[in-house]
């Protein structure tokens, strides 16, 4: 009786040990396939997010482009790009937002800024980092070429700068391409507009500028003559009068009335 209770008691605490080890593995699965799953979603760690030009972006970059392509005869565009998807997050021309220039029949000539940028996981040593080129239709040397993707960095637009703004930097890019075409020798310069001559004004009339210019000099001058004048007359007026009581004086003193009579009536 003592062994058969004494087997029963090993065969449970078999089974009891199999369960804790399978629910062990169990456990150590689970944690294991939520590893691999985190890495797997964030093992690029947002390299898929990089930002493209805004809607304000795109839609401010079209009608420069447009403009410069109908003056100069050359499409211009632009295209960003994930490193490593190889996906295009933005295209965009003078034909339109979306609408590509490369291999486009409406576009014999072309040229385009590339720019393919790379994010790189935080946990990577390599750094986030950008490839940028200018591309353009056979009938564009490469010399050209060059030139055109040298003048974007000295414009500022350098590689640091596509990793930072990816789409304010290859929209800024694309409307640059127009005037450095024109400094590679691809097309012609823009002519510069001949500043309108207007014919000089006329010379206002004399009269009213004396009168409207000098209105208070005359009113001065007016009020003075009026009381000159008035000065004038009253020292008229005075000195008749001190003659009148001068005459009226004298003849009291020699006796005659004031009418110029004797009392003799001569």
Not at 78 to 91: E, I
Not at 242 to 260: D, F, I, L, S, Y
Request: charged share 20%; net charge negative; proline share 6%.
């Amino acid at each position: 009786m003592a062994g058969a209770k004494t087997t029963g008691g090993q065969k449970a605490a078999g089974a009891n040990a199999t369960k804790g080890t399978w629910v062990v593995w169990v456990v150590i699965g689970v944690v294991v396939l939520c590893c691999v799953g985190i890495g797997v979603v964030n093992g690029r760690d947002g390299g898929d997010d990089v930002p493209p030009p805004t809607s304000q972006e795109r839609g401010d970059t079209v009608p420069i482009l447009q403009r410069s392509s109908a003056s100069q005869g050359v499409c211009y565009g632009w295209v960003l790009q994930d490193y490593y998807g190889y996906t295009d997050l933005s295209v965009g021309s003078n034909l339109g937002d979306g609408v590509a220039v490369e291999e486009n029949a409406a576009c014999p000539r072309w040229v385009q800024v590339v720019a393919r940028v790379a994010y790189t996981s935080e946990s990577s040593e390599s750094n986030d980092f950008a490839r940028v080129t200018v591309e353009a239709s056979d009938d564009v040397s490469a010399t050209a070429r060059l030139r055109m993707q040298n003048g974007l960095e000295r414009l500022g637009l350098t590689e640091d700068a596509f990793v930072d703004e990816p789409g304010w930097a290859v929209t800024r890019a694309a409307v640059s391409l127009p005037l450095l075409a024109a400094e590679a020798g691809v097309v012609e310069p823009a002519p510069t507009p001949a500043a309108a001559t207007a014919e000089p004004a006329p010379l206002p009339d004399a009269g009213s500028d004396l009168w409207r210019d000098r209105w208070g000099y005359l009113l001065a001058a007016i009020g003075l003559l009026l009381f000159t004048a008035l000065l004038f007359a009253a020292g008229f007026w005075q000195r008749s009068r001190q003659r009148r009581k001068g005459a009226e004086g004298t003849a009291r003193a020699k006796g005659v009335p004031a009418g110029g009579r004797t009392p003799e009536g001569r």
